[in-house]
C-alpha cells in the first residue's frame, strides 16, 4: 500500500475519533463543530500543503507560514496520542472502581476534562519548540584504536534538512558552536538539505563557514535525492566540501581513512551503484576506518575486517514521542547511540536538527564530537617512522609553525 493511501486512512480515522470525543458528547452549537472539524482537516493536511509551498517562491513572512502548518500537524497529532492515552487510564480506573462507563460521556465532566487536555497538548507542544529552536546539545565520545597514529578530534552534522523558511542565522550558530570546538574535520552524514541548490543560497554560505577552520567531508542522504542529488553534488564541491560518493581519503598522516557512500535506500530506487569497494580503494590495511552512511544499515561488502567505525543518521532519534517505537521497528532495531552490526561499531546520531514538525519531544538533537586517540603503540611507531624519514618530519614541523604564526596573527 502506497504511503500517501495509508496515511489518508490512518488521518481519516484519527480525525473521526477526535472530532467525536471533543465535540460529540456535547451541546456544541454547528459553528463550533465545523470550526472544530476544519481545524482537525487542516492539521492532518498541513504536511502536503506545507511541501508544497516550500517549493513555491515565497518572500517575507509567508517562508515561514509552512512552521505554522508543520506544527499545527505535530499539535492535532499530540492531541489524539495525549487523548487516547487518557481515555485508556480513564477506562482502566472506572473498571477498577467499578464505576459505570456511561461516566466517560458526561457532557459537563467531559468538556473540563477536555479543555485541560488541549491545554496540555499546546504546553507540550510549546516546550518541543523550544527542544527544536535551541543550539544542540555536545555529546562527546573518546576512541581509542592503535590504528590512529594522530589525536584527532572529529565532529559529526547529521539531518540538517536546510530548507527555505531556516533563518541564515540557525546555520550561523550551529557553525559558531562547532568552530568553538576546534575540529581537524567535521563530517556531514546527509539529509542535509531539504530545497535546490538555487533556493538555499544565503542558507549554504553560512553553512560554508566551516571550510574556513576545518576539512568538511560530506554524504548524500535520501533527501538529497529528493532535492536532485546530481545537483547537489556539483553544490558541495563548489563550496569546497570534499564530497564522499563511493569515494574516501586520508585524513593527513593521522591513519585515519574516512569514506562515504550515498543513501542506500535512495541510491537503490533510482538505479545508483553503492561501490563500498571504490569507497576503500585507497584504505590500507592498517588505517582506521570510518564509513559514512546516512542509513543505519551495513552495505553489501562491508565487515570489520575493512571498516572500524560507522557513523549514520536518519533516524532523528525519533523526534518526537511516540514516534521512537515506530522509528526504531523501521531500522531494525536501531534508533539513536552505539551499536554492533555485523561486527561494525556503528555510531547513530539523533540529528542537528529537525525535520517536519518544528518539536523535538525526548529526543535532543545533537552535535556529536569523536576524539579519537592514539594509543601509546601507535605513537611510538610514529615517532619512528619520522625518525626514519626525516623529510616527514620536517613538513610536520613546517606546518605546525605555520599554525602556530597563523595563530599569532589572529
Not at 12 to 35: D, F, M
Not at 314 to 323: D, K, N, S, V
Request: hydrophobic share 45%; with cysteine.
Amino acid at each position: 500500500m502506497p504511503a500517501d493511501i495509508a496515511f489518508l486512512i490512518v488521518a481519516v480515522a484519527v480525525i473521526a475519533i477526535t472530532y467525536k470525543t471533543y465535540v460529540g458528547y456535547g451541546n456544541y452549537g454547528w459553528g463550533i463543530k465545523v470550526g472544530f472539524l476544519l481545524f482537525l482537516l487542516v492539521g492532518w493536511s498541513a504536511p502536503f500543503m506545507g511541501f508544497a509551498l516550500r517549493r513555491m517562491d515565497l518572500g517575507g513572512w509567508l517562508v515561514h507560514l509552512t512552521d505554522v502548518l508543520y506544527f499545527l500537524f505535530g499539535y492535532v497529532f499530540f492531541l489524539f496520542i495525549v487523548s487516547f492515552i487518557r481515555d485508556t487510564v480513564w477506562m482502566v480506573a472506572d473498571l477498577v472502581r467499578r464505576v459505570p462507563i456511561n461516566e466517560m460521556k458526561d457532557a459537563i465532566l467531559l468538556q473540563k476534562v477536555n479543555l485541560y487536555t488541549l491545554a496540555f497538548a499546546l504546553l507540550l507542544c510549546l516546550y518541543g519548540v523550544f527542544e527544536a529552536a535551541k543550539t544542540p546539545a555536545v555529546k562527546t565520545y573518546d576512541i581509542s584504536s592503535p590504528k590512529i597514529k594522530e589525536d584527532t578530534r572529529l565532529v559529526m552534522l547529521s539531518d540538517l534538512h536546510i530548507d527555505v523558511d531556516t533563518s541564515p542565522k540557525t546555520i550561523e550558530k550551529i557553525v559558531n558552536r562547532v568552530k568553538e570546538l576546534r575540529p581537524d574535520a567535521v563530517v556531514i552524514v546527509g539529509d542535509t538539505v531539504d530545497n535546490t541548490p538555487a533556493k538555499l543560497y544565503t542558507q549554504m554560505q553560512e553553512l560554508k563557514k566551516l571550510e574556513e577552520d576545518s576539512m568538511v567531508y560530506i554524504v548524500l542522504g535520501n533527501h538529497e535525492f529528493y532535492a536532485g542529488a546530481r545537483d547537489w553534488a556539483m553544490a558541495f564541491s563548489a563550496l569546497g566540501f570534499r564530497f564522499l560518493n563511493n569515494y574516501g581519503d586520508k585524513v593527513g598522516n593521522t591513519g585515519i581513512y574516512l569514506a562515504g557512500i550515498p543513501d542506500i535506500n535512495a541510491a537503490q530506487r533510482v538505479n545508483m551503484p553503492i561501490k563500498t569497494k571504490n569507497a576503500l580503494y585507497k584504505a590500507e590495511k592498517d588505517d582506521f576506518v570510518i564509513m559514512l552512511s546516512h542509513t543505519p544499515k551495513i552495505a553489501e561488502g562491508l565487515t570489520s575486517e575493512n571498516v572500524d567505525l560507522q557513523l549514520s543518521g536518519h533516524t532523528h532519534g525519533g523526534q518526537i514521542y511516540p514516534f521512537h517505537y515506530f522509528v526504531k521497528a523501521a531500522n531494525d532495531g536501531i534508533l539513536s547511540g552505539f551499536y554492533n552490526k555485523n561486527g561494525i561499531k556503528m555510531y547513530v546520531s539523533r540529528g542537528t536538527r529537525y525535520w517536519g514538525p518544528p518539536m523535538r519531544i525526548f529526543a535532543p538533537a545533537e552535535i556529536t564530537v569523536f576524539n579519537l586517540k592514539a594509543t601509546s603503540e601507535a605513537v611510538e611507531k610514529n615517532t619512528q617512522t619520522e625518525k626514519d624519514n626525516p623529510d616527514v618530519r620536517d613538513v610536520q614541523a613546517d606546518s605546525e609553525k605555520h599554525q602556530t604564526e597563523e595563530g599569532s596573527n589572529k
